[in-house]
């Protein structure tokens, strides 16, 4: 219960011959203890004990008392206790005015800790013992979106050095282990340390335990005492691609790219490394599918892309290994074609041509140069009376691409025969000269429809 003593015999806390070898000047018999007392306990109003620390946060100055040259840096926020009651930490570096609006916090246990937003400062008004998660918010002012960046505050006792809520002979034994196992002990974090610095001088040593026993001996710790311990640390909450949007025309053989802002809340000299970048498109029910090999910022849409609706996830991350939430920024519109600028410049043979050889080559050129092809489409001569396809081209071992001309070798064709050539226009793509690649125009075929016939003749 509160303001009770424990009054249960506690394991010795060490013989009096270890406590001198240490130095101490205060020397329990032996099989004597020390008295537990809730470390909740005592009359009401929380006094901070300084140093508060920061563990991690790197926008924070480390400690709220100038101990060593290192708690103060440059341009970071400093911790500033009113009354040894209140604590207020400036927000207006951390959300800039000219990039945020509206800063807010709040926590989820507010009877650990009251927290507020005032004149653009967090408050912090400790209550009791505990840890809390405190949520600093705010308006992205380009796109509305709301960031929050989280940071762990944790109240304890002053003199419960093992946080296990009571203030005893195992607080001294924790600081000794510490102590004796300085070279070889596991690595303690801010809080921890921050704990076992009972004289709040800022280190961790014998003197600590010597305080503790003072603070026993002189009624100054555990249950009468209202000095708490404070501790803020960082919660890692990764970076945000903030304001995503997609540039670039919605059209097949155009580059489509995913821009947003990079910020990075935590750590104020993170740069962006390694963010997750995937592109999809949306089928008729509404079903994602990620496009393969597309996981760049950039994306070529592709002739199969023509009528879907194009999406990109992106995940920042950090320098720091940091990842934040992945971010999705839809198409406005679906992919339309783009309309080709590309002319025929001659056929040969030219259109309406007799006397073709069965076994001869025919070939187009065009005013820009070819940059690809497809295969898959491919293309096919005709018998231009029946309408039959005699020739399937689908290999390029069937048909040649050198620079403006498509170079195609004859064949199954008979003699004294009328044929029709029909390409269609997205089998060939040509650079537009701006970055982006169009179709060609069709041959025989489409609604464009520009006729290329010619006759056979007999070798015999």
């Not at 507010?110 to 840890?131: K, M, T, W, Y």
């Not at 599918?289 to 194009?310: M, N, T, V």
């Amino acid at each position: 219960m509160k303001g009770k003593t424990d009054k249960k015999q506690l394991a010795p806390l060490m013989r009096k011959s270890m406590l001198t070898a240490l130095g101490l000047s205060i020397a329990l018999p032996v099989g004597a203890s020390l008295p537990q007392a809730n470390a909740d306990a005592g009359g009401n109003g929380i006094i901070i004990s300084q140093p508060v620390l920061n563990d991690d946060i790197s926008w924070l100055n480390t400690s709220s008392k100038a101990l060593n040259n290192t708690d103060y840096i440059m341009n970071h926020v400093p911790i500033n206790v009113l009354n040894d009651e209140v604590i207020s930490i400036d927000l207006s570096s951390h959300f800039p005015d000219n990039s945020f609006s509206n800063i807010s916090v709040s926590t989820e246990d507010s009877h650990v800790a009251r927290v507020f937003e005032s004149s653009g400062n967090l408050i912090v008004e400790p209550l009791q013992d505990g840890e809390i998660t405190i949520s600093l918010s705010a308006n992205y002012i380009d796109s509305e979106e709301k960031v929050t960046d989280q940071i762990k505050l944790y109240i304890s006792k002053k003199g419960d050095a093992n946080y296990d809520g009571k203030v005893n002979s195992t607080d001294a034994t924790q600081i000794l282990s510490h102590i004796r196992n300085e070279i070889f002990r596991r690595s303690y974090n801010q809080v921890e340390l921050n704990r076992m610095d009972v004289n709040r001088d800022g280190k961790v040593k014998l003197d600590d335990v010597h305080a503790l026993m003072q603070g026993y001996t002189k009624k100054e710790l555990g249950a009468k005492d209202n000095h708490y311990v404070l501790t803020f640390q960082q919660v890692e909450d990764g970076p945000f691609a903030l304001d995503a949007k997609l540039s670039g025309d919605l059209k097949v053989g155009s580059t489509v790219t995913g821009n947003y802002e990079y910020w990075d809340l935590e750590n104020s000299d993170a740069v962006e490394s390694h963010t997750e970048f995937q592109w999809y498109w949306t089928d008729d029910q509404g079903v994602e599918h990620a496009i393969a090999e597309a996981a760049s910022r950039e994306y070529l849409i592709r002739p199969e892309d023509e009528g879907r609706q194009l999406s990109l996830k992106i995940t920042p991350r950090s320098n720091y290994g940091g990842e934040g939430k992945p971010v999705t920024v839809k198409a406005s519109t679906t992919v339309s074609k783009t309309e080709s600028s590309v002319k025929v410049q001659s056929l040969s043979p030219a259109n309406g041509t007799e006397n073709v050889s069965t076994f001869g080559m025919i070939e187009i050129t065009y005013d820009k140069m070819i940059h690809t092809h497809q295969p898959f489409i491919g293309f096919v001569i005709k018998d231009a009376t029946t309408g039959d396809v005699v020739a399937s081209y689908n290999s390029t071992e069937e048909y040649v691409i050198n620079g403006e001309k498509l170079i195609v070798f004859l064949k199954d064709l008979e003699p004294y025969t009328r044929y029709s050539v029909e390409i269609p226009a997205d089998f060939l793509y040509f650079d537009n000269g701006d970055g982006s690649l169009v179709e060609g125009p069709s041959i025989g075929t489409g609604s464009g429809k520009e006729p290329w016939t010619f006759t056979t003749w007999s070798p015999i």
